[in-house]
């Protein structure tokens, strides 16, 4: 079922039979993830600014599997936009890896933050390095999400085959819970930091976070142009002091590429000025600017986008026009 629609509202004047007055409603929903990591909460500070400050739409936020997912949703128009990573993007539009060759009908709409790959496991657990996930029970993420995408591509750059671990897949709040109760020993986010699930989970238990050695890091980003060398600082989690070597790849947000223009340029202008209000539901907001949107967009930006960022004088190379 198609999530854009229109609604006519019919209004009587002073209880006389006049003619119907007709107001549309465009009801959008937006394809995010599951509420333990950010693109909810994200999702919904979107929605909010969308439903009061574009007029006649009315947003609405979605639990989703996450980024292949929300591909697939904008491709069929079951939520015409999505919070996707970036190499998952570059996969969809381009039907690579998880999309079997088909090309899905998707556009950038605007750059969100930085994902940082973030690898947990309990100080228990004597886990320290990735290459020790052999023979152990792991989760590298819910199916159809960015993690599990990203999490088996570093993981097969590597060379560390999908048989020589268990992987549950399991969302990030799910993640937390499993490592709790020794479910797992290792569980993945890709996800920006700070995230709740993560938060809470080392504030009951000593936690390691698995870096990347120089070597390891080479080997990744020789097989993925899409990822970058970044450090998570220290100090953003409880009992993880110094910087953490890891892998960061930027987040996108996508539409169906036949969304109207003049429709898009509204929602766009809206979420870039009142980005004030988005980094209140989190900081990493503050990553959401028109600047970027040119800068660390990897396939190319709708119309609509577009209209606005030239009128704000930005220019868009032709590599990222439709």
């Known amino acids: 079922m198609k999530r854009i629609s ?20 465009t009801f959008i929903s937006i394809g995010t993830g599951g509420t333990g990591g950010i693109y909810y909460p994200y999702g919904g500070g979107v929605a909010e600014i969308w439903s009061k400050y574009v007029k006649d739409v009315k947003a609405v936020a979605e639990v989703t599997g996450a980024s292949v997912e929300n591909v697939k949703l904008a491709h069929k128009g079951e939520t015409v936009i999505g919070e996707v990573m970036g ?23 605007a750059i969100m933050y930085p994902n940082l790959l973030q690898i947990v496991s309990l100080k228990s657990s004597g886990v320290t ?28 750059a590597l060379d560390i085959a999908p048989d020589s671990y268990k992987d549950s897949r399991l969302s990030f709040t799910e993640n937390a819970n499993a490592l709790r109760d020794g479910t797992i020993d290792v569980g993945v986010w890709s ?25 390891q890091t080479q080997q990744i980003l020789a097989a993925n142009e899409t990822y970058s060398a970044v450090e998570l600082a220290g100090g953003v989690y ?6 953490v070597s890891t ?11 036949s969304l109207d223009t003049e429709m898009v340029y509204n929602l766009v202008k809206a979420l870039f000025e009142h980005n004030d209000y988005l980094q209140k539901i989190h900081p990493s907001a503050a990553y ?23 009128e704000k004088g930005i220019a868009v190379p032709d590599n990222l026009r439709p």
Not at 6 to 25: D, E, H, Q, R, Y
Not at 135 to 145: K, L, Q
Not at 191 to 210: F, K, Y
């Open 6 to 25: 229109f609604a006519v509202l019919f209004f009587f004047i002073a209880g006389s039979m006049a003619s119907p007055v007709l107001a549309k409603t």
């Open 87 to 109: 190499d998952v993007a570059v996969a969809g539009f381009n039907g690579l890896s998880k999309f079997n060759g088909k090309k899905h009908d998707i556009l950038s709409m």
């Open 129 to 156: 390095d990735i290459a020790q996930v052999k023979g152990r029970s792991i989760s590298t993420g819910s199916p159809g999400s960015g993690t599990n995408f990203m999490a088996e591509a570093v993981l097969k």
């Open 191 to 215: 996800v920006g930091p700070g995230t709740s699930s993560i938060l809470d989970l080392a504030t009951t238990h000593e936690i390691n976070m698995i870096g990347f050695t120089p070597e």
């Open 238 to 243: 409880r009992g993880i002091d110094q910087p």
């Open 247 to 257: 892998i960061g790849v930027w987040n996108v947000m996508i539409c169906q590429a």
């Open 288 to 310: 959401t600017t028109p600047e970027n949107a040119v800068k660390y967009s990897q396939i190319p930006l709708h119309p609509g986008t577009i209209k606005y960022l030239e």
